[in-house]
Structures are given as structure tokens and as C-alpha cells.
């Protein structure tokens, strides 16, 4: 997709794309371990760091790094990167956490739910065909939006205090778009079909950043995020809204 991209060509922009994906099924019980977004984020953060490290050596120079979350993966970044924030502090003073958090230039979330989901949405998106939640992940909004609504609050401040911190980023911001969805989205559950919008535009828009935006697009909540399609024009807009966000990271 980006190899064939002419544009990126022909502005001297390589990219080097890492997938990551996580389990949002996963039971939470007293004896199976239980797998939340602090645990997810924490696990990010060593993997994403320790291939920033890889290619920074390789190249020899600072890389750019843009991060791109789908749905709760958006959580799951800003958890990552808030863990990344701990390991830079005095205490810990981690030089791989200092240079993933020098490198981060853009963060893309595609609906993601900054601002919580409502209760149907839970039941029919992470209920697996078993009629209830099983995903922890999912839970932490549904059943404790007040520790949601902190952690928003905490990511904005973290944020900035990467951007303004002496040795990190020195006041250079950190591009930040959200694009979120315009069009309801279909599925079955075990209570039979289900349809409705799952991350609305207020949710999508609740991070306040100052340096943010925000985007619609003609899309349901699963395919917002897929830019390319078998279908002869689905998913440029898509595909679109990314590229131009790459192009303007690399030239601020």
C-alpha cells in the first residue's frame, strides 16, 4: 500500500509499518491472570520500544514514529505511552523509553473511544455470542467510566509534559488526528441482530488536546479503519486521511 504510494515516493518517505494486536476476549478471573489495558499497554511499550531501538540502530539517525489505533487499541496506546513516560522519569531514566518518546510524531486513533460507549454497545460488540462481557478491557469502560474519564485526563497531561520536557521534545507537539465513523455498523449477538453507531462523534472527540483533529468518514465502526479493500474504491478516503497525515508529520 505505501510502497506503490507515488507521492510518498516522490516526497522521499519510506515507511516501515509493525502490527500489533492484542486478545479483547480474554476472561478475567482469581485464577486465570487477567489481562486489562494497564497490562496490554505495558506490553506494547517493550515490544514498540525495543523495535524503535532496532531501528534507530539500523538507520543510524532518529526515525519517526507515528502510532495507528482501531477502537480500544487507541486505550491501549495511550497506556502504552504513558508507561513509556514512567520509564523516562529520574527514577528509572530508561535511555530505549527516552528515545521511542523523542521519535513519537504522530498518533492516529480511528474511532477510538475516548469518551466511553454506551451499554448496548458493549453487550453487542464484546459479548462473543455469550450474552455477557467477557472482555476486561471492554469492562473498564462499562462498569468504571470514572477511572476512564482519570485516565484521559492524565494521557492529555502526559502528553504534554513529553512536548515540553527538557531532553524529550522541547516543545515540538506531537500531531494527533482522529477520524471516527458516520455510519452505523451491523452484528449478531446471542439476543439476535444488532445495529447502531458504536464509537459516536462525541466520543471520538473527547480528548481536548488543543493540537488535535478530527474527522468524519463515510465508514461503519470495523471498516474505518481498513484502507484498502477488494472493492474497486472502498477505503480510499480512508487510506487518504492516514497518507495526508503521514505527509504533514513529516513536515512539521
Not at 516522490?10 to 509499518?17: F, G, L, P
Not at 538507520?59 to 487507541?74: D, E, Y
Not at 518518546?101 to 474511532?111: K, T
Request: hydrophobic share 35%; glycine share 8%; charged share 25%.
Amino acid at each position: 500500500m505505501f510502497k506503490e504510494d507515488v507521492e510518498l515516493q516522490q516526497s522521499n518517505i519510506v515507511i516501515r509499518a509493525l502490527a500489533a494486536s492484542y486478545d479483547s476476549s480474554k476472561y478475567t478471573t482469581n485464577t486465570e491472570g487477567r489481562v486489562d489495558i494497564f497490562n496490554l499497554g505495558e506490553n506494547l511499550a517493550h515490544t514498540i520500544i525495543t523495535e524503535v531501538k532496532k531501528m534507530h540502530k539500523q538507520s543510524g539517525r532518529m526515525t519517526p514514529v507515528i502510532l495507528v489505533a482501531h477502537s480500544i487499541g487507541g486505550l491501549v496506546v495511550q497506556e502504552m505511552i504513558s508507561h513509556a513516560f514512567t520509564k523516562v522519569k529520574p527514577q528509572m531514566n530508561d535511555a530505549s523509553a527516552r528515545q521511542f518518546l523523542r521519535s513519537l510524531s504522530g498518533i492516529f486513533f480511528y474511532s477510538t473511544p475516548q469518551g466511553s460507549l454506551k451499554n448496548e454497545t458493549y453487550e453487542a460488540i464484546f459479548s462473543g455470542g455469550r450474552g455477557k462481557v467477557t472482555s476486561h478491557v471492554a469492562k473498564l469502560q462499562s462498569e468504571h467510566n470514572v477511572i476512564l474519564s482519570r485516565k484521559r485526563g492524565e494521557f492529555v497531561n502526559i502528553i504534554a509534559a513529553i512536548e515540553n520536557e527538557a531532553g524529550l521534545r522541547n516543545h515540538k507537539k506531537i500531531e494527533i488526528q482522529s477520524v471516527f465513523e458516520s455510519l452505523p455498523t451491523k452484528v449478531i449477538t446471542s439476543k439476535g441482530k444488532w445495529e447502531g453507531m458504536i464509537v459516536e462523534e462525541g466520543s471520538s472527540r473527547s480528548l481536548h488536546l488543543g493540537n488535535d483533529t478530527y474527522t468524519n468518514i463515510k465508514a461503519n465502526h470495523f471498516d474505518v479503519c481498513r484502507p484498502e479493500s477488494g472493492e474497486k474504491g472502498f477505503g480510499q478516503n480512508q487510506y487518504q486521511f492516514l497518507k495526508n497525515f503521514i505527509l504533514r508529520v513529516m513536515e512539521s
